[in-house]
């Protein structure tokens, strides 16, 4: 394979057998190309329009810098000079989003990731492989595509594909500078034209000289037709051969100005890595010749850009290994990848593949990920986990005034946004984020809800959209889960499965989460029983392994509160109601505890509260994710107050109307989650007087439980 350079510019071609003198040969150097092509690389082109080039200059600069990346990139708007601390629009002065300009460059549409916006700003200098873990929506295959604008320029390539004399199933490859491709190939088209056109004009001087002899001379009139006949085909079948002197153009950059960005999620093999088409005729002259059926793959398509692979444990191991060795060796023949195909017997000369490699997925994505390809990509590259939030502060919310204004041009279908409209939507990605002094970064689905608010506007042929439509977009688009906890609160009103007053022993009102955005009601009951032999605790509700393990830590705190022998009794503990799913996590523990100390003790529980909360061995109550639906679901469902964690309650973020419907209480221990749910003054403090001495506190007084920034929801 000849790459062009100055080093192999006069050097002889390996192989092949290809003579100089040969008119037929494939062109082996710059100064073989065909008649008309010049050999200048600077061969009359504008550096402006030259492919790898920006903006006309040749050494990198654009439009900013390469520094000036995303979130660094400031709103052009005016912006106030005292901005208030309770400003959602970060101080910007704005009517609408008609009055923030949208940047260019995918690169400065970037919002958060600061990490890994450093980590892709240093890759693309360096030329250096990334693999991007994280949340789907969290902006990997953005950052990816951001990063073909930011590579180094580079001489981008055309990757020709030549027949071989002497073997045609080992097609010749060649590469030539970008634009070039296109011109050698309509020179050798039209080599082949002139040459088709001195064989048809010498045909037909034959048959006219064989069709008069026929007639005039032998009488012969059908032995002339016949002989007529196969000179036409002996003429045809020999200029198959011209045709197949005209390379296959398989990587054509002419028109590229920026590195080659291919995104090759879920390819098949034939895709990614190139294929070769099968040929029905392999015999017999209508052969189709071997080096015109090459495809060429994204690996090498991507060749001096960029490669984005998103889940990249879809690919199966045979893919990720020849993956890896284009990476190692920064090329790779192309073959068919049908053994049952013809395009099985052919195999080029390795075609170049230096490009950039940047995987993706979530979590799952490194188990079922080749070891050795991930090896290859931290060896030469970084490795990045995406976040979910980032900090709360006027210049990121100016920035989220930008991203709606950024989704509102993309769309190109949607009415501006007004002032009150970005406001709601930068609230939503308060309370999407979870976490107090936060915002959501998970902008694919913030970017949906977005959407269907201006299409409700311009469903209406507003000219603008506002509050109001935001609003109704919020309840339009709903995720399944929210919709389905949303049926089954309804169905169980119907059916009076819930119970939002009055006292029951053994009965509470838990809270779970269904997917990642939904509340629902889950209530616990429990009930004691003579054991025929040892006693156990028994659960049932589909209990996953994380919800088995908290009824184990809760069934700690039951045997050394109970006065009696309960070696002697059974506990059953019933989720009511799970359905399929079943329940994972440990969030509904101090729902446990209470449940079964109240039939324990034959004490009633407070129908009109709910709770949710992690319990510890020695009593203390810990944080868990997902309050904010949890408490939301608990109104939904007529409580009139929910029990969280102390812990949690930075966590909370529930809308409006909901604020003056429950009445939230933190807790930090067992024994306050009891004093608040039984009945009875006198039982009741007997019992949280006894808990309090028996298992004490982990806690220091004063000392609060801080958890994981994203717990378990359920």
């Known amino acids: 394979m000849s790459n062009d350079t100055e080093e192999d510019e006069h050097a002889p071609e390996e192989g092949g057998g290809v003579t100089e003198d040969d008119p037929e040969s494939p062109p082996e150097r710059e100064d073989r190309l065909p008649e008309g092509i010049a050999d200048d ?18 050494d990198g600069e654009t439009d900013g810098t390469i520094d000036d990346l995303g979130s660094d990139v400031e709103v052009d708007a005016e912006v106030a000079d005292d901005i208030g601390e309770d400003d959602l629009l970060g101080g910007l002065k704005i009517d609408s989003t008609d009055e923030i300009d949208v940047p260019d460059r995918l690169v400065d549409q970037v919002i958060g990731q600061e990490h890994a916006r450093d980590v892709v700003m240093k890759a693309a200098k360096q030329r250096r492989h990334v693999m991007m873990i994280g949340s789907p929506g969290t902006g990997k295959s953005m950052l990816a595509k951001a990063m073909s604008e930011l ?6 390539q055309d990757v020709l594909v030549y027949h071989n004399p002497d073997d045609g199933n080992n097609p010749k490859v060649r590469t030539v500078p970008a634009g070039k491709g296109d011109q050698i190939v309509e020179a050798h088209k039209e080599e082949a034209r002139k040459r088709n056109q001195m064989r048809s004009f010498l045909m037909w001087i034959i048959i006219a000289i064989v069709i008069g002899y026929s007639f005039i001379i032998a009488g012969q ?8 006949g196969v000179i036409y085909l002996a003429f045809r079948y020999g200029s198959r051969g011209s045709d197949a002197m005209v390379p296959n153009l398989i990587v054509n950059n002419a028109d590229t100005t920026t590195a080659p960005f291919e995104d090759a999620t879920g390819a098949h093999a034939g895709a990614l890595l190139g294929d070769v088409r099968h040929d029905p005729f392999q015999s017999g002259g209508m052969e189709t010749p071997s080096h ?10 991507a060749n001096k850009g960029v490669l984005f692979v998103d889940e990249i444990n879809t690919l199966d191991i045979r893919s990720q290994q020849h993956l890896m060795t284009a990476i190692q060796e920064g090329e790779f023949h192309i073959t068919g990848q049908s053994e049952r195909s013809s395009g099985a017997m052919v195999q080029t000369e390795p075609v170049p593949t230096d490009f950039i490699m940047i995987a993706a997925g979530n979590l799952d994505a490194m188990e079922n990920m080749h070891p050795a390809l991930r090896s290859r990509i931290k060896g030469y590259g970084y490795e990045v986990y995406m976040d979910d939030t980032i900090e709360d502060t006027p210049d990121m919310r100016r920035k989220y005034a930008r991203f709606v204004a950024q989704e509102v041009s993309k769309d190109g279908r949607l009415p501006e946004y007004s002032a009150e ?4 939507v930068i609230l939503e990605a308060r309370r999407r984020a979870g976490r107090k002094g936060h915002l959501t970064l998970k902008l694919r689905n913030l970017g949906g809800l977005v959407r269907v608010a201006g299409d409700i506007a311009r469903s209406e042929d507003a000219d603008f959209v506002t509050r109001d439509h935001v609003l109704q977009a919020k309840g339009r688009s709903r995720s399944i889960e929210q919709q389905l906890a949303d049926d089954y609160i309804e169905r169980r009103k119907d059916y009076e499965l819930q119970v939002s007053e009055g006292y029951q022993v053994g009965r509470v009102n838990g809270l779970a989460v269904m997917g990642e955005d939904s509340g629902i009601m889950l209530p616990v009951m429990a009930e004691v029983t003579p054991s025929q032999g040892p006693g156990e605790v028994i659960a049932t509700g589909q209990l ?3 919800a088995q393990e908290a009824v184990s830590n809760v069934s700690a705190i039951i045997k050394k ?3 009696e022998n309960i070696s002697e009794k059974d506990i059953h503990i019933q989720f009511v109601q799970t359905g399929q799913q079943g329940v994972d996590g440990d969030s509904a523990s101090i729902t446990v505890a209470t449940a079964v100390i109240s039939a324990l003790e034959d004490v009633g529980v407070d129908q009109s509260l709910a709770m949710t909360g992690s319990l510890s061995v020695r009593g203390d109550v810990l944080p868990v994710g997902g309050v904010t639906h949890k408490i939301e679901a608990a ?7 929910v029990i969280i964690p102390a812990a949690n309650m930075q966590d909370v973020m529930i809308e409006e109307e909901y604020e003056e419907m429950v009445e939230i209480i933190p807790v930090s221990h067992i024994s306050e989650v009891l004093d608040i749910a039984l009945e009875g003054e006198p039982e009741k403090d007997s019992l949280v007087a006894r808990l309090k001495s028996i298992t004490g506190s982990a806690l220091s007084k004063g000392e609060t439980v801080s958890g994981p920034s994203s717990p378990s929801p359920q």
Request: with cysteine.
């Open 41 to 58: 690389p600077e061969d009359g082109i504008d550096p402006g329009d030259r492919p790898g080039s920006r903006n006309g200059h040749s």
């Open 151 to 156: 590579l180094p320029p580079e001489e981008l």
């Open 221 to 228: 009139i059908l032995l002339g037709i016949l002989a007529a």
């Open 292 to 301: 015109d059926r090459v495809e060429p793959g994204a690996i090498h398509k």
């Open 421 to 424: 409209a970005i406001e709601e």
């Open 544 to 546: 996953k392994e994380m």
């Open 561 to 563: 509160f109970s006065d």
């Open 635 to 641: 109104a939904k469902s007529g409580c009139d107050r």
